[in-house]
């Protein structure tokens, strides 16, 4: 089972950037599909998170700025990111679990499927 993350680079503030990450080894539909982020000398934190049928939810900061789709016959995951701020620049990792409670999404001890990770900077 592999998650590969795609998309991210460097980009001013202001700018957007779109995010892929493609699940391998299994089918992945049913799963919550999310993204986290880590920030050199944080720990990490929750940005988005989509369920099988669409649902979603974000991290407060983001909300307005960044759209996470989800496309389940390519076993794929999206973060749009638009009107990047230099406080977004951190590794963004996606993730993937077949978790039950919305109120969980957002946990990071809840996934077990993790990718790889993509670099996103932002200069201001």
């Known amino acids: 089972v592999q998650l590969q993350a795609s998309g991210g680079g460097l980009v001013q503030a202001g700018g957007s950037l779109r995010l892929s990450c493609t699940a391998s080894g299994r089918t992945f539909s049913s799963d919550v599909m999310g993204w986290f982020r880590q920030a050199p000398g944080k720990e990490r934190e929750f940005v988005a998170a989509i369920s099988w049928s669409g649902t979603s939810t974000y991290y407060d900061s983001v909300k307005g700025r960044f759209t996470i789709s989800r496309d389940n016959a390519k076993n794929t995951v999206y973060l749009q990111m638009n009107s990047l701020k230099p406080e977004d620049t951190a590794v963004y990792y996606c993730?993937?679990?077949?978790?039950?409670?919305?109120?969980?999404?957002?946990?990071?001890?809840?996934?077990?499927?993790w990718g790889q990770g993509t670099l996103v900077t932002v200069s201001s």
């Open positions: 993730a993937a679990d077949k978790i039950l409670s919305r109120t969980r999404w957002a946990n990071v001890n809840e996934y077990d499927y």
